[in-house]
Structures are given as C-alpha cells and as structure tokens.
C-alpha cells in the first residue's frame, strides 16, 4: 500500500513474561487476573432464634457439617444446620461438667474439658451421651485444662499447668511453663511436653475464664497455640520441641486460631471494645512461617472461635451476637475482596533503533466479559535511564527489580504515562516519539469474570492515508490532525484486509485451521464427511489426500481410508482369492455364503470395535459407496467376537483359543488340567449296565 510498516507483537507466554507484573497470570492464551481459591461467606446461623433462652459458650463441628454447642446450663446440643434440626446430648442438670466447659471431638468422641468440675477431662458417646472415660490427673498432677484441641482422628492435646499437685487449685502465677499433654482414644496420655519459652502471663483459672488461650492441630501432628494476652502464636512439633513462635506484627485482640489443608494460620480479631458504624475486625491469615499474607475477603466482624474441617470451610463463632458464620473456598480472582480487581503490567522497552521514531498504532486481541476493562497508557523516550531517589537507573531495571515493591513501581512511574484508553482494540499513538516505548496495561475484572489480553501488536513507523492528499490538506495543524484520524479508521480496515490476503496461505494448511475452516478445506478436496469424524482424522485426510486419489479405486486406498476413519486396517477379500475354491462341491455353497460368487463383488470385513454406533457403521458404508471401483458391489461384514462354524470366524482375528483353566467346584478345590472325568464302561446308566434284579436292585 504504502511505505514498509514494521510491528512488534507480543502472544507468546515468554514474550509476556519479559515484562513485569503484579496480580497478572501468564498463560498460552494470553495475560489475565491471577486467581485462587478464597474465603466467602455461604450461611450465617443465628444462634439466639435457635436458643431464645440460653447463650452459647462454646462449640465444635464435624467433618459433615455437624455443630456440637454448650450453652451456659451445661447443656450440650447436636445442630444439623442443613435440616435445621437440633437434639439434646445432654441436657441441663446432668452435674458432669458446668456451662464454663470446653467441647472438642475425636473420632466417634466428644470432648468436654472442664476446670471447675470435679471430671476435669471427660469423654462422651457421640450417640447417646454415654460416658467413656474420665480424667483428672497424671502423675500426681491435677489437670486444670486451659486450652484443647484435636486432630479429628485420635489424638486430644490439652493445655494444662504442671506442678499442680493432685486435688490443688491453680489460682497462682507459675514459674513454670504450662504442658500440653498428648491423650489417645481410649484416654491414656501417650505424651508430656511443654518450653521454657512458652510461659503464662496470668494465673491459670483467670487465663481460662478469659479465654486466652486457642489451640489447633494440623493434620501433620504439629501444635498450635494462641496466648492472646502475649499476642503471640508457639507451634510445637510432633516430637514436642518449639518449632516456631512469632507475632501478627500489628495491634489486635486475637481471639481465635484456625489451620487449613496448608497449614496457613487463621486468627479472629475480638475486639469488643467501642467501634465506628464500619466494623473493622477481620479475620487475619498466615502462611505455616508465620508471614502476614493478608486479611480473608470473605468475612467481617468479631470472633470468639475458628474452626476449619477436611474441606477447608472456615467456621467463625462469634459470641458477641451469638452467631455462627460459614466461609467456603471458591475459585475467585484475586484481590476481589474489596473493590474491583485489578492487576498491573509494564512492557519490557520496544525498541525501534531510531531516535525520535514516531510509533503509529497499538493493536489487541482479547477476550472481553461484561463489566471487565483493559485500559492501556505508553511511555516514550530516546532514554532507557529514570531518576529513582536521586539516582539515574535503567527504566528495564527498575521494572525487573525485585526488591522494590508493586506499589513502589506504580506509583513512581504514575507520572510518566499517557492518558489512558479503554478497551482499545485498535488505538492510534498520539504524540508518541521516541526511540523506545514501554506499554502500561492494567486489566479491570468484576465479580469472578476476568478479561483475557491474547496479543498486542506496536506498529512503527507513523504511516497515513493523509500523505497520499495534496499538501493543502496538511497546512492546518488541528485539521490536519482531525483528517488524519478520521482515515485511519479506513486504513485500519484496508489494513487487516491486505494481512489477511498476505496470510492467505494459513488457511490452505490442515494443521493450522480447525472447526469450519478445516470442512471447508476438505470441501475443496470433494472430501465428504458427516459429522462423525473427528478433526484429527479431517487432517490426516486432508494431508493424504494427494496420494490417496492417485490409487483411488483400488484396494490399497480403501483400506488407508478406512483406516484412517476407524484406526484399524480392514480386511478385505477379493473374488480372485478364492476362486480356485469354488469347483470343490463342498466348498461352493459355503463360499457363496460367505463371500458371494459374484466376480466383480468384494468384501470388506471390520472388527466390531471399530464401528461401535449405527452412525460409525453407515460412514464406513458411505466411504465403500464413494471410493469402490465403477460397476463393482462392496460388501461390509462386522466381525463378531464369538465362534460360528461356516460363519466369519477367524482366528487370531476374532476369535481366540485360551489356555486352559482349573474347573473349581468350589472356592477351595479344583481339578487339575492332566485329569478327565470319564464314565468307565458307561456304568449305572438304566438300561445299559444297570439291569434289574442282575446288577441293580430298588430299596424301599
């Protein structure tokens, strides 16, 4: 048309991933928001229509949904929240344990800890309530549960003070730290262990009745344990020693610990204290290190309680109102919590070689759901260098620079862009000079929709129908501006005509079309096909074509035919082969049911797995109908997998011969392959060696 145009394009995985990033993911299919499985809120359960009459102190769930509350009677309650359904375990006045309680479960268990009953550690039938077993002490030491938790299998930790002796109150500041015993199923304590690192900073009862210490378990046995008072979390490892103990870092009233599959930390933010109208307690999560990862989306408010399950669903308790909330992981894109999401990427520098290049037009395939945006600015210099705190550093390095952070990037380079534009699909430069050109592309998602960017294409240099006007209509600077993006938009139509005149060719390659192209490149072939064949089998058709049709009509091609379509290589049986056979008067009846006499008849015979549907078996037949030889009858005969004499039986084709078995008459006993049952001298058959009154008698 005019002058050489040069571009750069960007569609490949590794062309994306020159540039930098932040809540962008790289695919074959182009750059989109990242995404990952959060928290969101699926049923909040009020607690307080459900027991008008009562508080709920404490809670805990099973794996299919199962709630187990103690209210502040002792009463203790079996909640299905999916039929709404709730029965008494143990009603109020049973005197096994009081309403200050704590409830954990194990398999096929429920346990009740208690410090101020007379059973400190009980354990209870699922049920019917039934008692199981009782602990008080270990070692002539009173238990005094301050915190428990199980691993939902077989293993109860509990929290306790040592040094109390037996029958003793633990009302007192101890020296020593607190133990966290290991008790099994059947109530035997397996395992003691506690650090000199983990140290009460209130006296035992008052740690308890404050609530101040959480504990959790992994599914890998590691322990986890919350002091709210120090604000801080200890995890002790399988074998008792303290593996890790950290701090959120920031001020909050931690109330509550939970752990997913992952072991990432959950902690409830307790605050009661006075609020705004905006409640600003959340749920904060850590990764197993104990690094801050953020706050979960999916939840707002306070926590008395967490608790997860093997699907990872999250259950928060909050006394403050009695409630109970659900959070269940969904695929949702990130950064979805407040807002929309957005995610950021900055090109790698394009660069033209030439200073002062004035660059025309940017190009982009994507894929746009309602409500989602792409919105695209550029930066042009004849410089790769910035100034970034008072030092000249190379723009590319800066972006690549893993050290200094996203929000860093964004908001030093802010000033540096174009004005930005939205969803352009195809989107002139506008005083775009300079030798390189980065590319600012932020994409905009909604709900769980994420737009899709698939190519980007820069082109260079500023080209223009306008120069192809008389010069009058370039003397005006604001019309000549107007005039030449008025003709850009028939340039750009011109334009992708004549690339796809210049891309042609693609369209004539059976590997690179698919769907009604690659039909329609078989039309120009006279291939007739229905639906039934796949586009793999289209291809290999269309690329064999050529040498199929100089052998078309005889055997060779049917059977690359037919064996394109079905996978396997029929057989096909000609008059010729069999013909010598057919002056044996034996031998003619038989043939002619099997193959017909006829000399200008052929059959093709196919296993039944190859034409398992009607519509498989009538294609077959079409091909036979399309590529035999003129004046000729092609028969088609499906091979059966059974044996039938003077029928299609062949053998090793379909039809085998197995080796021998054991004929068993039982599940223990069998007959073994070198013995035959026989019936010597056909005796006790009636009439032959069994005769009346000489070798057989009748008893009555």
Known sequence: MYGEVNFFSVNKKNDWEKGWADNIHFGDEGISLKTGRQYVLSRFIGLRNLMPHTGINDMAVENNGLF????????????????????????????????QAMVALLEDVVLVADPLSEHKLTAFSPANGQMLWSLDSFEDNSIFPLGMAGDGRNNLYVVTPLGIKAGGYAEIFSDNPPGILKIDLSGKITDVFSHREFLLRRPAT??????????????????????????????????????????PGFSIKSSGLALDSDNNIYLGDGDRSGREAEDGRFIHKFDRDGRYIGVVPGF?????????????????????????????????????GSGLPRGTYFSASLDSTVEEMHWHKLLLEAELPDNTQIVVSHYCSDSKNILFNEKTINMDDFIK??????????????????????????????????????LRIELIGSGDKTPVLKKARVYYPRMSYLSYLPAVYQEDNNSRDFLERYLAMFESFLMDMEEKIEGVAKYFDPDAVSGPFLKWLAAWLAIVLDDSWSEEQLRLFIKKS?????????KRAIEEIIEIYTGQKP?????????????????????????????????????????????????????????????TEARLVVLQPWIYMDMHTYLGINTYLSELTLLRLDQRSAIPFNTVLVDVDMDNRLGLHSRMEIDAKVKY
Not at 71 to 98: C, I, M, P
Not at 422 to 438: C, E, I, K, S, T
Not at 546 to 554: A, I, M, S, V
Request: charged share 25%.
């Open 401 to 438: 620079d893993g050290s200094i952070s996203a929000r860093e990037k964004i908001a030093h380079l802010s000033g540096c862009w174009s004005q930005p534009v939205v969803n352009p699909g195809d989107a002139l430069f506008h005083g775009a000079r300079g030798r390189y050109l980065w």
């Open 571 to 631: 057989f096909i049986i000609e008059y010729f082969q069999f013909k010598y056979l057919k002056d044996k008067p034996e031998m003619k009846g038989l043939l002619a049911n099997l193959y017909g006499l006829d000399p200008y008849c052929f059959t093709v015979l196919i296993k039944k797995e190859c034409v398992e549907t009607e519509q498989r078996l009538l294609a077959v037949q079409k091909i036979l109908d399309r590529e035999k030889p003129a004046f």
């Open 300 to 336: 707002r408010g306070g926590s008395d309680k967490l608790l997860t399950d093997d699907k990872n669903n999250l259950y928060v308790w909050n006394g403050e109102d009695s409630s109970i909330s659900i959070l269940e992981q969904r695929q949702k894109i990130r950064g979805s």
């Open 546 to 554: 050529p040498e199929l049709y100089k052998k078309r009509g005889t």
């Open 68 to 99: 187990y509350l103690l209210d502040d009677r002792a009463g203790l309650w079996v909640y299905d929240y999916r039929s709404r359904q709730n029965d008494a375990l143990l009603k109020e006045g049973h005197g096994l344990f009081t309403g």
């Open 206 to 247: 008052a740690a308890r009745r404050g609530n101040s210490l959480f504990t959790a378990v992994s599914g890998d046995g590691f322990v986890y344990i919350l002091d709210s008072e120090a604000n801080s979390v200890y995890v002790f490892s399988p074998k008792g020693e303290l593996s890790l103990q950290f701090q």
